[in-house]
């Protein structure tokens, strides 16, 4: 018996509705495109995190040890444009400052950018030989500080550029060598994070 009209069934093509965007980077890091992603509504792209490589990003090697996450913020005709969310150092280059019969200070901060922006910033300090307690909490409390002070001084954007082209590093460093002998500092992770209400 043949199907009634009410027996049959439409069989909708759900890509064929969906619309493909470009990523795009922020002007932090060139406003390259980065990917692609698909949606049938622009609202749904808004908040999708997406991952780079900055080296290869800005064709620059010495920056291959950090890996950027950016989020979709806003989306206009068919590109999506993004904001730098995270910036997190590689692990296996993270792994070399460490060395046998050393200290490893790992620190975490939520910090508060000029511009209101809470950061969760972990960081790593290594010695060069096993050191006292007290001069474990004298460098720690120093990095803290020093830390701190680049976050608070400056818009979130400027802290990312600050750790992605600036010598953050050894200025970290040459404000504790005189406590102990430092193998390095790393800044390990930056990540905006929400304030807790």
Same mark, same amino acid.
């Given at each position: 018996m043949a199907a009634t009209s009410k027996q049959q069934r439409v069989v909708v093509d759900k890509w064929k509705k969906?619309?493909?965007?470009?990523?795009?980077?922020? %002007?932090?890091? !060139?406003? &390259?495109?980065?990917?692609?992603?698909?949606?049938?509504?622009?609202? %749904?792209?808004? !908040?999708? &995190?997406?991952?780079?490589?900055?080296?290869?990003?800005?064709?620059?090697f010495q920056k291959k040890k950090y890996d950027v996450y950016f989020r979709v913020n806003n989306v206009q005709a068919s590109n999506a444009y993004t904001e730098m969310f995270a910036l997190e150092m590689k692990g296996n280059f993270s792994r070399r400052l460490i060395g046998r019969r050393c200290n490893k200070l790992d620190m975490v901060q939520f910090l508060d950018t000029k511009d209101g922006q809470r950061l969760k910033v972990k960081s790593l300090c290594v010695t060069r030989r096993k050191i006292e307690k007290v001069k474990e909490r004298d460098i720690s409390r120093e990095l803290r500080k020093q830390i701190g002070m680049i976050v608070s001084k400056n818009s979130s954007d400027d802290v990312f550029d600050l750790v992605m082209n600036k010598d953050v590093e050894k200025d970290l460093i040459s404000k504790v060598k005189n406590i102990a002998e430092i193998r390095g500092c790393a800044i390990l992770l930056l990540k905006k994070v929400n304030k807790k209400k």
């Open positions: 969906k619309k493909e965007y470009t990523i795009m980077a922020p %002007k932090l890091v !060139g406003n &390259v495109e980065i990917g692609h992603t698909v949606s049938d509504k622009d609202e %749904k792209v808004i !908040g999708r &995190v997406t991952k780079a490589n900055l080296g290869q990003l800005t064709n620059q």
